[in-house]
């Protein structure tokens, strides 16, 4: 059966790595996004480039319809999903918690914690009808084991859900052969940074930790594309944490 995954926020960092290495690795991929078009497709342009196969599609997935629609739309032009990688979140300036509006704590609940309860249900429907044993991995963050005090609980709180999400979901799906792990990226250097008000954030706390420098996409890339393959296949509900040991 042919490989196909949806890679969610995939246009830039992270997102962008893992659905090129996955295309390399023989996947037919969707690059989801949100607002950035050009850029989505720069990274459909070189995965083709590559010999692979990719489309983009744009959709919010914290928006109901708009997975509904992003589903079909794969299901009409590659076919029944396979892999899922839930990666599509957002980070806002830092604050305190005394600082933060209800607004922006519901913004950054249903993006970042919505759009993977969706993106699983979806998947999963598809690999029930289909009798696919798939594997889904959400992008979690450090930043759910340390809460990221002064800086954006609110991120760190999402992400915890996200592990919750992980576990759970994994014990749901796993007499039906689904696989559900998550990945937490610790330092690593991603424009999102840049997003919370501080681009050399990375820099600035990398000596605190034990490998003593920042990681990189191609490595969280990496990790990702081990825990959907078949070479992680007796491993579910797994939290790996890609944080330079802490």
Aim: with cysteine; charged share 20%; aromatic share 4%.
């Amino acid at each position: 059966m042919e490989k196909i995954a949806l890679v969610t926020g995939s246009s830039r960092g992270i997102g962008a790595e893992t659905a090129k290495l996955l295309a390399q690795k023989d996947y037919a991929i969707c690059v989801n996004f949100n607002k950035n078009k050009n850029a989505a497709d720069d990274v459909v342009s070189n995965i083709i480039a590559q010999g692979g196969k990719a489309i983009s599609v744009q959709a919010n997935v914290s928006i109901e319809s708009e997975v509904e629609r992003l589903f079909n739309t794969i299901d009409e032009q590659l076919g029944p999903i396979t892999h899922l990688v839930n990666n599509a979140g957002i980070l806002l300036p830092q604050c305190r918690l005394i600082d933060m509006s209800a607004e922006r704590i519901n913004h950054m609940l249903t993006t970042n914690v919505t759009s993977y309860f969706l993106c699983c249900r979806e998947a999963i429907k598809r690999m029930l009808t289909n009798n696919i044993h798939g594997a889904i991995v959400n992008v979690s963050s450090g930043a759910a084991e340390t809460g990221s005090p002064n800086e954006y609980i609110d991120y760190a709180a999402s992400k915890g859900a996200i592990d919750t999400l992980t576990t759970g979901l994994a014990m749901e799906v796993a007499a039906d052969q689904i696989r559900v792990n998550g990945v937490r990226p610790g330092l690593i250097y991603t424009d999102m940074h840049a997003d919370a008000g501080e681009p050399a954030r990375v820099d600035r706390l990398k000596h605190n930790l034990p490998l003593q420098r920042g990681g990189t996409v191609q490595e969280v890339a990496q990790a990702i594309a081990w825990l959907l393959s078949d070479e992680a296949s007796f491993t579910t509900g797994t939290m790996l944490n890609v944080s330079g040991g802490k």
